[in-house]
C-alpha cells in the first residue's frame, strides 16, 4: 500500500514552454501534497505544499505564477511548469501525506525536466 | 529558526557497522524520520520515531533523544547496496518535514 505514482517519469521540453507534472496516490486519499526540487547532489527543497481544495502554500523564494500548482480531488495534484528555462532542470519529486497517517509522507519517483 | 544538521559524508566498510548522527532544532516536534535515497531516485522511507528510545528494524536501528534534539541511524552489516544519502527529516508543529541535506554514504569492499 501507500502508492504515489509521478507522470511523466522524465521529460525535455524546449525554452519557453510548458510542462505539467502529475502526482497521483493510488491507494489512499492525500488531502495534502507536497512538491520538492531537488538539484544534483543536493538536498530535497521544498518548493509548496498543495492542499486539496484551496490555493497551495508557496515556500519564501519560488514564483507561483511559474509553478502553477492544481489538487483538485484526494488522489491528484498537478504542477504545471510555465515559460521553462534551461535553470530549471531539474529533479522533481512529489510526496502525499496518507490522511489515515498524520506523520508520514509517501513519495513518488520523481519526474527529470531538462529544459533545452 | 528550524535547523536540521547531519555530516555531508561519510565511509564504512562492508560488513561493518556504520552510525550516523542528526541534530535538529525545530518549532514543535511531531517525530524524526529517516529516508533512503541513491542517486537519482526518490528518497524512500527507512524509520520513523516520536518518543524516546531505540527502534530496530531488521539491519538498520534508529534512536532518538527528545531532550537533546539527537537522533541517529545504524546500519549493521553494511552491504554494497546501502551506499546512498540518507535524509532526516523533523516533523515540525504543523506536521511539515523539516530537512537535512543528507549524508551520503560509501561503502568499500
Known amino acids: 500500500g501507500a502508492v504515489v505514482s509521478q507522470h511523466p517519469s522524465w521529460v525535455i521540453c524546449k525554452s519557453g514552454t510548458s510542462v505539467k507534472i502529475e502526482c497521483r496516490s493510488l491507494?489512499?486519499?492525500?488531502?495534502?501534497m507536497f512538491w520538492y526540487r531537488q538539484f544534483p547532489k543536493q538536498s530535497l527543497m521544498l518548493m509548496a505544499t498543495s492542499n486539496e481544495g484551496s490555493k497551495a502554500t508557496y515556500e519564501q523564494g519560488v514564483e507561483k505564477d511559474k509553478f502553477l500548482i492544481n489538487h483538485a480531488s484526494l488522489t491528484l495534484s498537478t504542477l504545471t511548469v510555465t515559460s521553462a528555462h534551461p535553470e530549471d532542470s531539474s529533479f522533481y519529486i512529489c510526496?502525499?501525506?496518507?490522511?489515515?497517517?498524520?506523520?508520514?509522507?509517501?513519495f513518488g519517483p520523481g519526474t527529470r525536466l531538462t529544459v533545452t | 529558526g528550524q535547523n536540521i544538521d547531519q555530516p555531508t559524508e561519510m565511509t564504512a566498510t562492508e560488513g561493518a557497522i556504520v552510525q550516523i548522527n542528526c541534530t535538529y532544532q525545530t518549532s514543535g516536534f511531531n517525530g524524526l524520520f529517516w529516508y533512503q535515497q541513491h542517486a537519482g531516485e526518490a528518497p524512500t522511507f527507512l524509520s520513523y520515531n516520536v518518543l524516546d528510545g531505540l527502534e530496530e528494524k531488521g539491519r538498520f536501528s534508529s534512536f532518538l533523544s527528545r531532550s537533546k534534539g539527537y537522533s541517529y541511524l545504524l546500519l549493521k552489516e553494511l552491504q554494497m547496496k546501502d551506499s546512498a544519502s540518507y535524509l532526516c527529516?523533523?516533523?515540525?508543529?504543523?506536521?511539515?518535514?523539516?530537512w537535512g541535506a543528507g549524508t551520503k554514504l560509501i561503502i568499500k569492499p
Open positions: 527529516a523533523a516533523s515540525d508543529s504543523n506536521y511539515q518535514l523539516i
Open positions: 510526496s502525499a501525506r496518507d490522511n489515515g497517517k498524520e506523520y508520514e509522507q509517501y
Open positions: 491507494d489512499f486519499q492525500a488531502t495534502t
